[in-house]
């Protein structure tokens, strides 16, 4: 192209900035005609020498690559966009292109890089006030953070986009958002709430016009009711999903649908249809570098094999598949799937009789799913009990300021401590609302099982502290009006009084304040595993403590359960030296059976059964006994032998995870003491714990 003069030059720079403009529009909606507009563009702005254009347009054909899957073919012009970008010190194109490097890695199962990439891209948006680009960043960092298994982080970067873009009506952001919030609902199994923010997601994006979230939406729909068991309607958005990711090209969600729609036909025990669908899906994967996904699809291919019936795979070629996927999650380091494989691989060597590995890789695969679950839980609890006790140094260090104080400036700094305290109780209010919040994600999994148990009863115990504070508080309220009333009469004596009973108050807030700290760090050590000393603890104090949290929690969960308990405690026994928090966990797991134990009693022989649980201890020579025993129905004789046995229950399924006695059993014999079961079917059990009686 030959330019003549100026206006010639800015006609071509005002057609290639057009030309960018409405590339970047249609972008999402129809990648394929973005592709040949921002071509047209590059090739403008490279006759031209038009840096600014030339790099627009090399971003956008960028990522219409990636739309279709062709990573390498959409780095090379996005390399060359973000050095363009770069020379000309635009950050906004920088954190474009390092959003579009995300979604690449994420692709490729690389989901660090992809979290870095992502992170670097809000820091660049936040510095230049690049609201669209904000939104799209904490959707972008939800999802890598959804794919690593980190559901907390990602659920709240997600509800951080939606809000960002709904303020600056982003349809597109939020139609992402909605449709993964879905997703993490789908993670945790609440199907309603799932299904409810796919069809809000879905109604955006028809009206957006995006068939790639359209496809992508209705496969989630799709998926859904695959999971609440309606296959018809499964496979009737599935196979809407797939007619569209084959009209647009989108690869990616070819491979997802087809890996639902096996999913579906396996359990309509239609295995030719699942096996073919399987494949299909793994050879998409493989072809766009889709690792996790590849991951997924040879854990499909798995799992089918092991069904019965079904004999298209050997038996090694099973543990073949499985060690692939295996090394596949290790490297893309998704916890999600790294769980599902694991488990699978239990199933697969308890059923070809390697019961050692079997439990190595169930253990595994338990040790992953709690990680994934429960990090963000105790994170919430550690903060709760750092505020504690950064605010309870605050208030000591203001109360020993007080006491020096001259009377001249005492009503300015009794009005600043009045301040404090309004600000101490509203902090306060707001960490007993933040542990009601943590007590139900704690109860609701199972994989803490018995801290949840807990929970309920450290609820009640801490209110009655919380209560002294917000009542002490304000009653200091009005003894600071009171002073001030008298000082403005001159009335300097009785202003010392009031003063001194504000003081007395203080004192008391700060010890109600302790007792809370207290509770909350005794619950923080009964959640830590491993890696604790031995101390001095007076055993009795802990049997008796362990009793009334485990009945008030118990009490919490159903109001009408009622039990006698008994104690009988041994004054003589002392301190002994023991881990707290572990032998902790035995006493808690003795007495939540002995409760289940009374409870299934009672609901069975009604008013005319009086249920009683008894604690007691007693020191006998060079040892310390501690006995929990209940009225219950007893321990059958066949099963007796077996009850400390790694995952046996005699719970219905899904009651219990049967470790309970096992890791009570490994808890005693590494104080060097050993655990004793007496019972008679039909009348009692009870449970005897041996300890050194050495302090």
């Not at 071509?39 to 279709?68: D, N, P, Q």
């Not at 952001?173 to 993670?187: K, Q, T």
């Not at 494949?279 to 094999?305: H, M, P, T, V, Y």
């Not at 009988?568 to 797991?589: A, M, P, T």
Request: aromatic letters at 8%; proline letters at 1%; glycine letters at 6%.
């Amino acid at each position: 192209m030959v330019m003549h003069n100026d206006d010639d030059i800015n006609n071509a720079y005002e057609k290639i900035d057009k030309l960018n403009s409405l590339a970047l529009e249609i972008r999402v909606n129809d990648s394929s005609r973005a592709m040949t507009i921002s071509r047209e563009a590059v090739e403008l702005a490279t006759e031209i020498h038009y840096e600014k254009g030339l790099a627009r347009g090399l971003a956008t054909l960028g990522f219409s690559y990636i739309r279709i899957s062709q990573h390498e073919e959409a780095l090379n012009y996005l390399d060359k966009s973000y050095e363009l970008f770069t020379s000309l010190n635009d950050k906004r194109g920088q954190c474009d292109i390092l959003q579009y490097y995300s979604i690449i890695q994420r692709s490729l199962g690389n989901l660090e890089a992809s979290l870095d990439y992502s992170l670097k891209a809000l820091s660049l948006a936040e510095e230049t006030n690049y609201k669209e680009s904000e939104s799209q960043c904490h959707y972008h960092i939800g999802v890598s953070y959804r794919f690593l298994g980190k559901y907390e982080q990602a659920l709240n970067f997600f509800l951080k986009g939606l809000d960002k873009a709904r303020l600056i009506n982003y349809s597109m952001v939020e139609g992402y958002c909605l449709n993964n919030i879905g997703l993490i609902y789908l993670e945790t199994s609440d199907y309603t709430n799932a299904l409810e923010y796919y069809n809000q997601s879905l109604a955006i994006r028809r009206k957006l016009g995006d068939k790639w979230g359209e496809s992508g939406n209705l496969d989630n729909i799709g998926f859904i009711y695959y999971k609440i068991g309606n296959y018809t309607e499964g496979i009737k958005y599935c196979t809407q999903s797939l007619t569209i990711t084959e009209e647009i090209d989108d690869q990616k969600g070819q491979g997802n649908t087809l890996l639902h729609l096996g999913n579906i036909y396996e359990k309509l025990n239609d295995y030719g249809q699942a096996m073919d669908c399987y494949n299909r899906s793994l050879q998409i994967r493989r072809k766009i570098g889709d690792k996790k996904g590849e991951a997924e699809i040879l854990l499909s291919l798995a799992e089918l094999s092991i069904v019965d019936n079904f004999k298209m795979i050997s038996n090694s070629n099973v543990f073949e598949l499985l060690h692939n996927a295996l090394e596949l999650g290790e490297q893309t380091k998704a916890l999600d799937i790294l769980a599902k494989i694991k488990y699978v691989l239990y199933e697969a060597y308890k059923k070809s009789g390697n019961y050692n590995e079997a439990l190595c890789n169930l253990e595994s695969s338990l040790s992953i799913e709690k990680e994934i679950h429960n990090a963000s839980i105790k994170e919430k609890v550690l903060n709760l009990e750092i505020s504690n006790r950064v605010e309870q140094s605050k208030k000591e260090a203001e109360i020993y300021r007080l006491r020096n104080i001259d009377l001249v400036v005492l009503n300015k700094e009794i009005t600043k401590q009045k301040e404090e305290i309004f600000e101490q109780r509203k902090k306060t209010e707001e960490a007993f609302v933040e542990l009601k919040s943590t007590q139900k994600q704690l109860i609701q999994s199972e994989k803490m099982a018995s801290l949840g148990e807990l929970t309920a009863g450290i609820a009640h115990e801490i209110q009655n502290p919380l209560n002294f504070v917000n009542n002490f508080s304000e009653v200091s309220t009005e003894l600071v009006d009171e002073m001030n009333i008298e000082m403005d009469k001159g009335n300097i004596e009785d202003a010392k009084e009031i003063a001194n009973d504000l003081r007395q108050n203080l004192e008391k807030i700060n010890h109600h304040g302790k007792r809370a700290g207290d509770i909350i760090k005794g619950m923080l050590q009964h959640s830590r595993s491993g890696g604790s000393v031995k101390e001095p603890a007076n055993l009795n104090a802990l049997a008796d403590e362990y009793l009334r949290l485990a009945y008030l929690g118990i009490r919490a969960k159903d109001k009408s359960f009622n039990a006698t308990m008994k104690t009988d405690f041994d004054e003589s026994i002392g301190n002994i030296n023991i881990i707290s928090q572990d032998i902790g966990r035995v006493i808690l797991n003795l007495i939540n059976n002995a409760f289940y134990a009374i409870t299934e009693k009672k609901n069975e022989l009604g008013d005319g059964y009086e249920p009683i649980v008894s604690v007691s201890t007693k020191k006998i020579g060079d040892k310390v006994l501690v006995s929990v025993k209940d009225n219950g129905n007893g321990i059958p004789q066949k099963v007796l032998d077996k009850i400390f046995q790694p995952f046996f229950t005699t719970k219905p399924t899904g009651q219990g995870t049967g470790l309970g006695l096992s890791l009570a059993y490994d808890i005693i014999k590494a104080h060097g003491g050993e655990i004793k079961a007496n019972t008679l079917e039909g009348e009692f059990t009870e449970f005897v714990v041996h300890l050194p009686a050495s302090v």
